[in-house]
């Protein structure tokens, strides 16, 4: 199975400034079809996950400009360049390249 | 606006079945695969399959491959989780999501439903 590890687990923020979150794989994420299958998603305190950043860097419609994905191959980031109080939650990210398709441990973020 | 109803929370005891449903709306049922994500309390997510509502062809994570059964009715744009024999340890909330795979520039799972949570107790 692809071993997805995120870091840091716990991010306290301050409102307005940038935050960034790591995902490492255990096995390159580049299909043959040059798309990267690794995404991101929040999930907001009691609420289902929400897709935020798709096949490495496209933000998903309604996702505010202010969240960013980057990386190649088994290293990937999201940044969120001005933190606001809404984005608080669990962020995890999820490749869907090889089944048993996996997710990171998750990242929690939260306002100092 | 497209949607994926779950249906409603279950109190159920060990040994006793089960069938959770995900309702699709707003969009062509059977243009995406339904997948399905167990999150355990307090824990993280976890990928447990999918099914393709065209011709109900799955993929189970081998981790819950033979406890779970996916289906479709494509007649009413509805998916199911089902258990035969429910234990302790699927104490858990189930979410269903809309996964594209029709076009190369898209091949994730992009709507979620709200989650059944399901409790499993003596």
């Known amino acids: 199975d692809i071993v997805m590890t995120q870091s840091p687990l716990s991010l306290p923020v301050t409102p307005g400034e940038p935050a960034s979150i790591s995902c490492r794989s255990s096995?390159?994420?580049?299909?043959?079809?040059?798309?990267?299958?690794l995404h991101w998603f929040l999930q907001k305190p009691g609420r289902s996950p929400q897709l935020l950043i798709y096949?490495?860097?496209y933000r998903a419609s309604g996702v505010p400009d202010r969240f960013s994905g980057s990386g190649s191959a088994t290293d990937f980031t999201l940044k969120i360049s001005r933190v606001e109080a809404e984005d608080v939650g669990v962020y995890f990210c999820?490749?869907?390249?090889?089944?048993?398709?996996?997710f990171g441990q998750g990242t929690k973020v939260e306002i100092k | 606006e497209v949607q994926l109803v779950q249906s409603g929370a279950e109190v159920k005891k060990p040994g006793e079945s089960l069938r959770i449903s995900c309702k699709g709306s707003?969009?062509?049922?059977?243009?995406?695969?339904i997948t399905w994500v167990r999150q355990m309390p307090g824990k993280g997510l976890e990928w447990m399959g999918r099914?393709?509502?065209?011709?109900?062809?799955?993929n189970y994570s081998p981790s819950f491959q033979g406890h779970v059964t996916m289906s479709t009715d494509k007649s009413i744009s509805t998916a199911y989780l089902q258990w035969r024999s429910l234990k302790a340890s699927d104490t858990a909330v189930y979410y269903c999501?809309?996964?594209?795979?029709?076009?190369?520039?898209?091949?994730?799972?992009?709507?979620w439903g709200k989650g059944t949570t399901v409790t499993v107790s003596s």
């Open positions: 999501a809309r996964h594209s795979y029709r076009e190369e520039g898209a091949y994730h799972m992009d709507v």
């Open positions: 999820m490749q869907n390249l090889q089944t048993p398709w996996t």
């Open positions: 096949l490495g860097s």
């Open positions: 099914i393709d509502p065209t011709d109900s062809d799955t």
């Open positions: 707003g969009y062509i049922f059977t243009n995406y695969w």
């Open positions: 096995q390159s994420l580049l299909n043959t079809n040059g798309y990267t299958y």
